[in-house]
Structures are given as structure tokens and as C-alpha cells.
């Protein structure tokens, strides 16, 4: 049987100095710093949890502050809102708050009104329209109108040296929702 630490001395050399410099090093086993050494398996899985659950802990904080800053995050017995119809689309707008929609031709500063109301909750009583709920409106002010973030479109042919690229941005108006109501 052969010991590692036979199989691992130095060569013996002509030069005395050498030999006694290579004899005080030590021998097959040395420790090194841990830092050198890659972690396990179950070393690595560990770690990977605690990250994890570190970041859950940091998604649940930031979830809890969003929540405490957003009042109107979801809609409860005592928030007013509505939904309007613009055009194609449909916007869920509440009392107080600011909102981009759509371009709409109304110079800035002015107030318009939306009388295309699909459903409305005012002091805790809900109307669904039929499509439109009747006498219902929602009154906001206009506050800026303003681009949106550009958007590249391309166009690739193979094998032909065809392509066409370009940029689009959208238009939109920031409005300010006043009220929600009935007409009297």
C-alpha cells in the first residue's frame, strides 16, 4: 500500500538550500480559506432560500406600503367610482384621481363631461347600466395633453435586403376626475 504522503516529496536536488526549503513546506494536507472552496449542495440550497425568503419579506413590505398609500386600490362600499366608455375603450376612474386616456380635442385647463357611464357606485349604492346607466355622469378637468412612450415597428424580408423600421407614440390626455353623479 502506498501513502500519499510518499507519492507527494519533493525531488531531491544537487543544491542543500533547496531541499531543506522544500521540507519545511508542509506535507499533502494543507487547509485553505473557505473562500477558496465551493460550497455544497445543501450549502447553496440554503443560501438560495434565504434570499428567497428575503425577498418575499421585501415584496410583502412593498405590497403593504402600495396598499397604504393607494386608497382607492380596490373598490369597497364607501369609494365612488365609475366606468366610462371613450371610444373603444372603457376606464375605471375614481373622484380625486388623475388619469392618462386617450386623446380627447379639449384644450387644457377646461372641464368636460362623460355622460356614457356603463356603472357607477355613489354613497355605497351600486348601478349597473343596461348599457348605460341613466341620468349618470362623471365631471373631470383637463389638465395637459402629452405623448406616450415610443413604440418601434419593423418590417424584415429574408434574403431580399428589405427592411423597414419606425416609431410611433401615442397621444394622451392627463384628466383630473371632479365628481360622479346623477343628473337631477
Same mark, same amino acid.
Given at each position: 500500500m502506498i501513502k500519499k504522503e510518499d507519492t507527494q516529496k519533493p525531488k531531491s536536488s544537487t543544491n542543500p538550500n533547496e531541499s531543506k526549503k522544500e521540507d519545511s513546506k508542509p506535507s499533502v494536507k @494543507?487547509?485553505? =480559506?473557505? *473562500?477558496?472552496?465551493?460550497? +455544497? %449542495?445543501?450549502?447553496?440550497a440554503g443560501s438560495q432560500n434565504s434570499v428567497k425568503s428575503a425577498d418575499? @419579506?421585501?415584496? =410583502?413590505? *412593498?405590497?403593504?406600503?402600495? +396598499? %397604504?398609500?393607494?386608497?382607492?386600490?380596490?373598490?369597497?362600499?364607501?369609494?365612488?367610482?365609475?366606468?366610462?366608455?371613450?371610444?373603444?375603450?372603457?376606464?375605471?376612474?375614481?373622484?380625486?384621481?388623475?388619469?392618462?386616456?386617450?386623446?380627447?380635442?379639449?384644450?387644457?385647463?377646461?372641464?368636460?363631461?362623460?355622460?356614457?357611464?356603463?356603472?357607477?357606485?355613489?354613497?355605497?349604492?351600486?348601478?349597473?347600466?343596461?348599457?348605460?346607466?341613466?341620468?349618470?355622469?362623471?365631471?373631470?378637468?383637463?389638465v395637459k395633453h402629452k405623448k406616450g412612450p415610443k413604440e418601434y415597428g419593423f418590417k424584415y424580408k429574408a434574403k431580399s435586403r428589405y427592411r423597414k423600421r419606425w416609431g410611433y407614440r401615442q397621444f394622451y390626455t392627463r384628466i383630473r376626475v371632479i365628481e360622479v353623479g346623477f343628473k337631477k
Open positions: @494543507t487547509t485553505t =480559506n473557505d *473562500t477558496t472552496q465551493k460550497p +455544497t %449542495a445543501k450549502e447553496r418575499k @419579506t421585501k415584496q =410583502n413590505n *412593498t405590497q403593504k406600503a402600495k +396598499t %397604504a398609500n393607494n386608497k382607492n386600490t380596490k373598490p369597497n362600499e364607501t369609494t365612488d367610482f365609475a366606468i366610462v366608455r371613450h371610444g373603444k375603450h372603457q376606464f375605471y376612474l375614481v373622484p380625486g384621481e388623475k388619469y392618462d386616456i386617450t386623446h380627447i380635442d379639449v384644450p387644457e385647463g377646461k372641464e368636460l363631461t362623460f355622460d356614457k357611464v356603463l356603472a357607477m357606485q355613489k354613497d355605497g349604492k351600486f348601478t349597473l347600466g343596461t348599457p348605460i346607466v341613466d341620468k349618470a355622469f362623471v365631471k373631470v378637468f383637463v
